[in-house]
């Protein structure tokens, strides 16, 4: 009302691939990003098999740039405790690798295989 410019962005649609299913939007929306930040044309092949290839490459690209989780209990997040006055005992996935405090995952038999509730 009072004439101000709001603002200088335009709307516009870029050419693109197009999804072809209604799971891939997470693959398709990094990939736009990407192309946008390195200034290039949106231009990758959107077939099924090039998709979930993508999807791997995107998992394997986060999970190798994360933070080392390796010291935490995957139920609750916590760390290891080094006090000597309290004993943690922890419990590893046998499917997954995963390790959890044996009190988080209600305190599974140690000499039994254990599948954490991801693997189940």
């Known amino acids: 009302m009072k004439k101000l410019p709001v603002s200088h962005w335009v709307c516009e649609t870029l050419p693109h691939p197009h999804q072809k299913d209604g799971t891939s939007c997470g693959v398709f929306a990094l990939k736009f990003a990407e192309y946008i930040l390195i200034e290039n044309e949106i231009d990758f092949c959107s077939a099924p098999q090039e998709v979930k290839r993508l999807r791997l490459e995107i998992a394997s690209t986060l999970l190798d740039q994360s933070d080392d989780l390796s010291d935490l209990c995957h139920f ?35 000499e039994a295989d254990y599948k954490c509730f991801s693997c189940k």
């Open 76 to 110: 609750c997040g916590e760390a290891e405790t080094f006090d000597q006055s309290e004993n943690v005992l922890w419990i590893s996935c046998d499917q997954c690798g995963r390790w959890f405090h044996v009190a988080c995952v209600n305190n599974p038999a140690t």
